[in-house]
């Protein structure tokens, strides 16, 4: 595409066409651009995007809490026997049942026993939790406010009609050119982006700590968010508080359709552009013309040739390659002194004739002089 034939084609033309196509040029253009955009308020969506990283992190390492299960049980049942098991038998001592007098050895009937298990339900892993279930309503609230069937249009319509002269040559050209851009469904569109935030947010779903807090039923937080410790110094959370606080305040849609059509004709720059189109246009179908002719001429030197070497070998069949080509070379200078000599000599004649004619004027101009002269003295 560098280097262009077309041009060629153009530069190589007859100048006088060009000269007369330029001349007698006159077109129009006219071009239509008219669009549709749904502009989607699409800043909670990048929100969210940016923000679901940093929720995953907290659900990878999330936070927890050692519960006591403390229970009275038959001395049989007890799994482990703590220091804090002894102490509550001192301050119930009816749960002994006998002290040894020999060995001072006590024996319970019944006994605390203390179960620690880790658990998940703390403040900061609820309020990760509602957040999730938050930026679920929040998704489908804003999806049904949304028309996902729009579709963004962009048309573009060109009319270019014009008229020139070259010599006999009457060229006119109409052409039109329509354009039509409708938005993609691909990974960057609207659609496409909401599909890939609910899958994110079905896969938080989907984590054990999700799981864990949605079985205990547990309330959902509301605002304000206490400020703990791990919420005030964790990065992940800081993220989490700023997602939690725009999808409490910002409830309204802001996206809107515009729509818009102009028409513009005879621009200037493009016209131009046209109009050298137009010209490589016309150049390059006069090339056909231009290529019959020669092939013409071509065929007929052809004809000629094959004519002259016939009648040469028909008058001396003995007649060899190396033969035939020194007489054609000798002919052919016999015949370019001949032609130069005759366009030297018709040059000369010219010369001598203009020549003659310059001194017959001037001879001429000296007698009127004279004739006029006498006339004065009279």
Known sequence: MDDLKVIDIYNNSNEKKKKDYW??????????????KNNVDDHWINLMEENVRYIDNILRNPNRFIVNDEEVVKIELARRITVDSIKHLSKNTN??????????????????????????????????YSLIRNMRTYIDMRKRKIDL??????????????????????ITVNMMLKSSLADDMGEGSLEGRLERLEMRIMDLMNTDVYKTIDKLRVSLVTSPIKKTNVILKNNNFQHAVKLWNF??????????????EETLSDAETLKELMDETFALNYFILNTIEDKEAQEVKDLKQEVIINNLIQKLIVTNEKLTKKELNDIINEKFQLVKDQTLAG??????????????YGKTINTLKLRRGRKNAKKKKQ
């Open 95 to 128: 749960f002994i049942q006998e002290i040894e007098e020999d060995t001072g050895d006590v024996k319970p009937s019944k006994i605390l026993n203390i179960n620690k298990e880790e658990s998940l339900n703390t403040y900061e892993n609820r309020f990760i």
């Open 343 to 356: 366009e030297k000599e018709i040059r000369k004649l010219l010369l001598l004739a203009i020549n003659d």
């Open 149 to 170: 069937a729009f579709k963004d249009r962009n048309d573009k319509l060109v009319h270019y009609e014009g008229q020139t002269r070259v010599g006999k040559e009457n």
């Open 23 to 36: 001349k007698n040029v006159d077109t129009k253009l006219e071009i239509k651009h008219s669009y549709e």
């Open 247 to 260: 999808l409490q305040a910002e409830m309204e849609d802001k996206s809107s359709i515009s729509k818009g």
